[in-house]
């Protein structure tokens, strides 16, 4: 079997109504498909993480650099095509946009195993730990409004996100620390006691005001404190997992084992956040894994991205293995963006149905059973929203 093309396809729409986050604000949405296709008609897809423009240059990569190193190449090699793009591509980014592209290029190699095979990857990976999965539902973006139209919307939204059936919930904050721990009082109110929530700073404030914001937390209680500072301040990291008793999460924007392996050994992180569509793929999201569990850090993957990305997390949430197992074990979650996203409820020929799941089934998804990720993408949809070619 040979790899005889690879293809991206960036796909995009204008949403309803600006988003943002402590970082920007958007009115784009994008996903980056990629498609590996075979000498013997069997299909791979996968994902690559990044939004707008980096999509349309990981594209760029994907099929102008990562594609001539692997035609020819079976697709079954995965681990093989995996170290020979790493290594050609190591002299010119051992991070970022380089591995996200191979990400994508590696999931779909897994998608063609599994169809291959005849089984889902969970079943590649060593078996299904657990049918369904927990999903909880992100929301509460920032907007050009007042602060005290956030709080009164956040407080509504997280009432309407648990009303959903979703297990807990996530929130943005970024407004400046004293907005902030206002925006995270109104959640716990919006959603009252004991129902966890999540607070997530995507890296916006220095280590003092993350204490700052952090020590409010201590009385509200949310499950976690996501990405307070910037994932290059492993000190920071470190300071506040030791200083405050909240859960500190991280790491969506961390690449491969060697990057792991250093924010592991920092003891920076209650919580790991992997990112599969960018990190370097499911071949190498595994070898974090085992990092994580070698440290004994949980893991609950980021998600971000289409149905692709969503199918792709919900095999390796399959597959995870209890840490560290116990007749209540503590169980990972699937992380699930409440905000308009076509790539991920219209994409699919049989779609996932998050949503209507979560409302059905007390807030767990099915895994997918069938082969590879178990999905199939609708191409006509694709070819409605691909904006370059
Ligand atoms: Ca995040």
Redesign the pocket.
């Known amino acids: 079997m040979k790899i005889t093309k690879v293809i991206s396809h960036v796909l995009a729409y204008d949403l309803p109504g600006e988003l943002g986050y402590s970082q920007q604000y958007y009115t784009r949405r994008t996903a980056h498909l990629v498609e590996v296709q075979t000498d013997e008609g069997i299909t791979g897809w996968g994902e690559c993480f990044g939004p707008g423009n980096v999509a349309i240059a990981n594209k760029g990569i994907v099929e102008k650099v990562i594609q001539p190193m692997i035609l020819g190449d079976d697709p079954l090699d995965r681990d093989v095509i995996w170290h020979k793009v790493y290594n050609l591509l190591r002299d010119h980014g051992q991070k970022g946009m380089p591995i996200q592209s191979l990400s994508g290029v590696d999931i779909a190699l897994w998608d063609i195993a599994g169809k291959v095979a005849g089984l889902p990857i969970h079943k590649l990976i060593g078996g299904t730990h657990r049918t369904q999965v927990k999903t909880y539902g992100y929301g509460m973006m920032l907007k050009r409004e007042s602060v005290d139209d956030h709080i009164a919307r956040f407080a509504d939204e997280a009432a309407a996100i648990r009303d959903m059936g979703f297990v807990a919930t996530k929130m943005k904050v970024g407004l400046g620390p004293k907005d902030d721990v206002k925006l995270c009082e109104a959640v716990r109110r919006g959603v009252g006691e004991g129902y966890p929530f999540m607070v997530?700073a995507?890296h916006c404030y220095t280590t003092s005001d993350a204490f700052y914001v952090g020590r409010a937390l201590e009385e509200l209680e949310p499950y976690w404190f996501?990405?307070p500072v910037a994932p290059e301040d492993l000190d920071g990291y470190r300071e506040l997992r030791r200083g405050l008793s909240v859960n500190i999460s991280g790491g969506?924007v961390e690449f491969a084992r060697w990057g792991w392996r250093q924010i592991l050994e920092n003891r920076g992180l209650d919580i790991a956040?992997p990112e599969v569509c960018a990190l370097g793929g499911i071949t190498e999201y595994l070898r974090v894994l085992a990092l994580c569990h070698a440290h004994f850090t949980p893991v609950i993957n980021?998600v971000w991205g289409s149905a692709v990305s969503v199918a792709t997390n919900l095999q390796l949430l399959a597959a995870m293995p209890p840490l560290p197992g116990g007749l209540f074990p503590w169980e990972p979650m699937l992380e699930f963006d409440t905000t308009d996203n076509k790539f991920r409820d219209e994409l699919l020929h049989e779609p996932l149905n998050i949503q209507a799941q979560v409302r059905a089934n007390d807030g767990h998804v099915q895994i997918p059973t069938g082969p590879g990720l178990g999905i199939e993408p609708d191409r006509d949809f694709i070819k409605r929203y691909e904006v370059c070619d």
């Open positions: 997530d995507n996501e990405e969506e956040q980021h």
